[in-house]
């Protein structure tokens, strides 16, 4: 399962670093500050899909769940909620290290 965790953790940092770059090479021609939010990211990538995914939220768990909480991520730059979500995966999915204790009487 860590693995598993790892594997997407790397996809998604990835994709969220890909992001970063195409706004900040639209930041650099337009010499100002621009940032995509993920509502426009995934239109352009997979049109319709919002819709689908407002219909399927709001009338299979809440209406309120869309509104204040999904609207408010998909007005957030992609990377920012990509990389946090690729962030929070690696978390989970770190190897827990062994930590060796040591004492003073070994130096």
């Not at 998604?12 to 900040?24: K, M, R, T």
């Not at 869309?66 to 990377?79: A, M, N, R, S, V």
């Given at each position: 399962?860590?693995?598993?965790?790892?594997?997407?953790?790397?996809?998604?940092?990835?994709?969220?670093?890909?992001?970063?770059?195409?706004?900040?090479?639209?930041?650099?021609?337009?010499?100002?500050?621009?940032?995509?939010?993920?509502?426009?990211?995934?239109?352009?990538?997979?049109?319709?899909?919002l819709?689908?995914?407002?219909?399927?939220?709001?009338?299979n768990?809440?209406?309120?769940?869309?509104?204040?909480?999904?609207?408010?991520?998909?007005?957030?730059?992609?990377?920012?909620?990509?990389?946090?979500?690729?962030?929070?995966?690696?978390?989970?999915?770190?190897?827990?290290?062994?930590r060796?204790?040591?004492?003073?009487?070994?130096?």
């Amino acid at each position: 399962m860590r693995v598993v965790m790892r594997i997407l953790a790397a996809a998604f940092l990835a994709l969220a670093l890909v992001l970063l770059v195409a706004d900040g090479t639209a930041m650099l021609a337009a010499n100002a500050f621009i940032a995509t939010p993920l509502a426009t990211t995934i239109s352009n990538l997979l049109p319709g899909t919002l819709e689908t995914f407002q219909s399927a939220i709001q009338e299979n768990v809440h209406p309120l769940l869309w509104e204040p909480t999904i609207t408010t991520l998909l007005g957030w730059p992609g990377w920012v909620v990509i990389g946090g979500i690729g962030l929070v995966l690696a978390v989970l999915g770190r190897s827990r290290s062994r930590r060796r204790m040591v004492s003073i009487d070994q130096f």
